[in-house]
C-alpha cells in the first residue's frame, strides 16, 4: 500500500463509530422503554449507590481484639458447701478475659475423689449385673466412670441385680443437679467488654468505649438502649435481651451469642461509626431432650495430701457461656467501583433495550413494518441477489445501489 | 422556542429508539453467532442459575454454637504412675467443652518439682562446660530449663565435659517419651458434637441432632456414613477418615480438623438443609523433623506442702487436638440477583455479538462487503467531503447522497 | 404457512443480524472514544487481569491450623516471692500453645486466702460507712471483693468514717502493682509458630517451615526482614514491629496481632507461595483512661490443708496476649471468570460508547447533523408520513426511498 493509504487507514482508526438508530414513532413500546430505564435508574441509584453504597471501595476483613472482665460477688449457703463467697476468680472459666467466658450458674460438687474401687453410679445399662461373670474385669462401663474389677456387689440379699463394682475416681458423681441455681444471683453481675477495631486498608481505628474525660462515668454506666457507648453490660439483661430468662437458662446452662458488628461509612465522619450490638441464644432452647439441652462440662481441682496421694474436687459446672462475635465492613468512596457499577448499570440497559426490542418486533401489531425498518438485508453479490437492471448493468440491492446511482448519474450527464 | 416544539420535544421523548441492524445472509457466522448464543444461554441457565444459584440472596455470615463432650475412660498401670483410670476430666483440656478441645494420649510426667538447683538435662549445647566460667552465673541457658548458678558439674573425675548447675523447677524432666502412646485407649472415646447455627438474615435455625421421640438413639447411635444425624463420634474412626492411623498421631500428637458445612437451600424444606463433616489432618503429617512434628505442651499441677513451700507435677502431654470449624451458606429467592445476572447475562451476548462481527468483517472473504454494509460514513458538510458532481451540483456522498437524489429526480422530471 | 414459508424461516435463524454503524468523520469524538476504549482496555488488563488476577478461580476458605511453643526461663528475686525461677508452664496461660497465647509480665500475687470475714479494701465508695447500718449484712459491695457482714470497721477512735466489713476470700488485693515489670526479661524469649494452611479446593497444602535438611537452622534461626522462614520469633522484636516498646506494655499489659497471609498464585511454581507476617497493636494504646487500657485478669492456684479447708493463692496478671490470625487466597486459571471478566469489560465499552455518543449527539457544535444522521426515523404507514413526491408517487422517506428509486431507475430507462 502506499503511503496514502496507510495515512487514511491510520486517520480512519479515530473515526467515531456509533450504532445507527431507528426512531420508532410508537408511543406504547417508548413509555415502555422509558419505564424500563427508570426502573434500572431507580434500581441503580437507590439500591446500588444509596443503599449499597457501589461507589466506596469496603474492608470487610476487621482486625478485632475483646477483652473482657467481670465483676460481682454472691454469697450461697449451702449444706454441701457451707458458707461460701464466689467471686470472679470462681465462676469464671477461663479466667484470662477473652472474647468466650463462661458463668458457673449451676453446680454439683464430688469432693474428695481418689482413685480406688466403688460400686459405679446406679442406672447405667452397662453396669447393671447379676453375677461377677457379668463385670468381666479391666472392660471399661460404657458410659460410665471407670473399668469394672470383675465383681457385682448386690444390695440386698435375694436381690437379683446389683451393680458392677469399678476402679474409678471415688466416690462417683451423684446424679441430681440442684434445681434452683445455686448461683443464681450471677444474674446482677455485670461484664466490661472492651472492643478494639481496626480496618487495616484504611487504617482506621477505633473502641466500643466512649472518649470521655468523665472517669466516673464507665464506673456507673450500665449499657441500655439510650446508652449505646456505655460498655458495661448487666448479665440477666444480656440473657432477657437475647429471648430467655436468667433463671431458667441458669440451672441447665445454655449458650448466648454477644454480636457487635461495626458498619463504617468512612466518607462520613469517625463519630459516626458506631458499634450495633444485638444479643441471641445460640444454643437451640427449644431442644427439650435432656440429653442434648443446655450447657454443661466437668473439671477438677487437683490435690495432694501429705502422704503424697493425689485427689480432687470434680465440679460439674452448669452455666451461660457468652460468645462475642465481632463483626464489621468499612467504606469509602473508590473511583473504581464507582465507574465499574455506573457501567455494569448501562449495560444492564441494553437489557432493557433488547425486552423492548421484543416487544416492538414481535408483539404489537405493526410488528412487521419495525421488522423491516430495524433490519436491512444485505447478501454479497456472489449469491444470487436481487437485481435490477439499469442500463444493462446488474446491480446488487440495497446501499451498493448508492454507488451504482452514483456512478449512473455521472455518466447520464 | 414555541409552545409546539416543547411539545414535539416532549412527545419525542417517548419515540422509542432502537439500534438498525443489519442482516447478513452469511450462514457460517449466522450459525457462529447462535452457537456463541447458545452457550452463553447454557452456561447462564446451567452454571449461573442452576449450580450457583444466582436467582437466591445469600446469607453466609452463620452463626454457630458448638458444645463439645467426650465420653470414656482408660485404665493404664505403668511403674512411674502405678495403677491409675484416666477419666474426661483427667484427659480433655480445656474441660469446657468448646469447638477446641485436646485429648492426652501420650504423656511424660516429672512429678515433684520444687525451685532450687540441680543438673542442667544432658545434651543442650549452651550448657556444656568445661570450668566454672563456662556457667556465667545468673545467665538462662539458650533452649534450656533455668539460670546457671555459676558452676560446672562433673560427672567423672578426669571427665573434659560437665553440665552447668542451673536453679530451675528441680528435677528437670527427662527427655524420652514412650513409644507406645500410655492413653492409646482413647482411640475406643467418643465425643459429643452438638452444632447449633442461625442464619440471621432469613432467621432460620437448626441443629446437627435429629429431631426424634427416640431418646435411646442419642445413647447408642454412632456416626457413620450412613447415619448423618448421630452426632456422637468414635475418635479413631475421625482420625482414620482423615487419612491418619490413631496408634501412629498418638505418639507424637497432631491435629485434626472437623468441618461441618451447612449448605441450605431454603426455597427448599427446612428438612432438606443436611450438615456435611468432613475432616482432615490439619498439621502437615508429612514434616518429619523431629523439631516440627507432632502436637504437644507442658502442663502443670501446683501443690502447697505443709512448710508453704510450692511444688508441681509437669506433664508433657502429647495428643490430638480437635478443631471444629463451621461454615455455610443459605439461599432463597430474591428478585433482585436474579434481574441482575439475567441482565448481565444478556450484556455477555454483546460480547458474543462483538467477536462474531470480528468474524465477519475482517476474517472471511466478503468482509469488505460487509464492512461497507455495515459502516455508514457521514461527514459534516462544513468539512472537506468526498463529492459526485451531479448536474454541476456538489454532494456529499453516502446518506446525505439520498437527498440529493431525491431532489435530483424532482428537478429532473 | 406452507412448507417453503416454514424453511425460510429456519434458514433466516441463520442470518446474521448485526448492529448497523454510522462512521461520523468527527477527529474529536473519534479521539474521545478511542480514549476511552484504551482506558477501559487498561483498566480490564492492568486492574483485572494482572492485579486482581481475574482470569483465575479463587479459594478463600482456608484452612489454618496454628501450633506456638514458648521457650525461655526467667529469674527474679523479690520481697514478696523470694527467689524464684519462671519457665514456660508458669508463664503461659493457657498452656495449649493455640493460636491465642498470653505471657505474664507482671504481677500481683495475694496469697493464702481464704473464706472468712476481713475488712474491704480501702477506696471503693460503697464500703465506705460511718455506722453499722451502713453495711447493711448480705448485701456486696458494688465493684468489691465480698458481701457486708452488718459491721463497720473504723480504723481511729474518733475518726468518721470506716470501711465495712465483708465475707470474702481474705485478705483481699492490695491495689498496687509494681511499676517496672516483675517478669520484664520475658522480652528475650522466643516463640515457635507453625502453621500449617490447606486450600481444600485446590487440594494444596504448605507450611510456614523452610524445607530444609539443616536441622540446626530451626534451633539457631530467628525471623527478621531477610529470614522469612524462620519461624522463631524474638518477643520484644514481635512488639517493636507493632510499634510499641515491650517494657512499657509489659507494665500494663497488652494485645499484639500476629497476621500472617498466605496469597498463593497457584499458576506458579508452589514455592512461590510464602507467607507474609505483619504485627499490630490490637489494643488501642492511646486509650490513658485507667480503667480502660491495658489487659490483665486475674487467676487463682487452690490448694487444701491439713484440715480439709480450701484456700488459694490469687494472681493478677498483667501481659502480652498474642493473637494468631491466619488468612490467605489462593488462584488458579480457570476459564469461566476469565470469561465473565473478558465479557463484562466489553459490556463496560458499552457504556463507553453511550458517554461519546452523548457528547456526539448533544455536546459539540455539529449534533444536529449527527443526531439526524444516527437517528431514522420510521412511523408505521398509517400514520402520517413525510412524504416525497416523485413521479406523482407518494413515498415515505428514508431508506425505502431506496428501493423507489431503483423502481424509478428502471422505469426511466
Redesign the interface.
Known sequence: MGQVAWKGMF?S???????????????K??????IVQLSILA?LVG?VFVVKKGYQDSDT?I???V?T?L?????TNTSELG???W????YV??????N?F?VVTNLIVTPNQR?GTCTESYGIPDAVCSKNSDCPE?E??A?????KTGRCLKTGAVNMTGTCEI???CPVEKKKKPKTPILGKAE?FTVYI?N?I?F?KFNF?K?N?L?TDN?SF??TCRFSEDDHYCPIFHLGKIVSWAGSNFQDIAVEGG?I?I?IEWNCDLDKDASECHPHYSF?R???KF?E????SG?N????????D?NGTDY?T?IKAYGI?F?I?V?GKAGKFNI?PT??N???G???M??G??F??LV?LYLIK?SN??RD???????????KPIQ????GQKKS??????DQ??H???VE?
Open positions: 486517520l482508526l479515530f473515526d467515531y463509530k456509533t450504532e445507527k438508530y431507528v426512531i420508532a414513532k410508537n408511543k413500546v417508548g413509555i415502555l422503554f422509558r434500581y439500591w476483613s482486625q478485632s481484639s477483652i472482665k465483676k460481682g460477688v454472691a454469697y458458707e461460701r463467697l467471686d470472679v476468680v470462681d472459666i477461663p479466667p484470662q478475659g477473652e468466650v463462661f482413685q479391666g471399661p462401663v458410659a460410665g466412670n471407670g473399668v476402679f474409678a475416681w446482677n472492651k478494639s481496626r487495616p481505628s473502641t468505649i472518649d472517669d464507665l464506673k449458650v451469642g454480636q441471641t445460640l444454643d437451640n431442644t431432650k435432656s440429653v442434648s450447657y462440662f466437668r473439671y477438677a481441682k487437683y490435690y495432694r501429705v480432687r470434680m457461656r460468645d462475635l463483626n473504581i465507574i465499574i455506573i457501567g455494569s448501562l449495560a444492564l441494553g437489557a433495550a433488547f423492548c426490542d416492538l405493526k413494518f419495525y425498518k430495524k433490519f436491512e438485508e444485505v447478501k454479497s453479490s456472489t449469491k435490477v437492471s439499469v442500463n440491492n440495497s446501499l451498493d445501489t448508492l446511482l452514483k449512473l448519474q455521472s450527464t
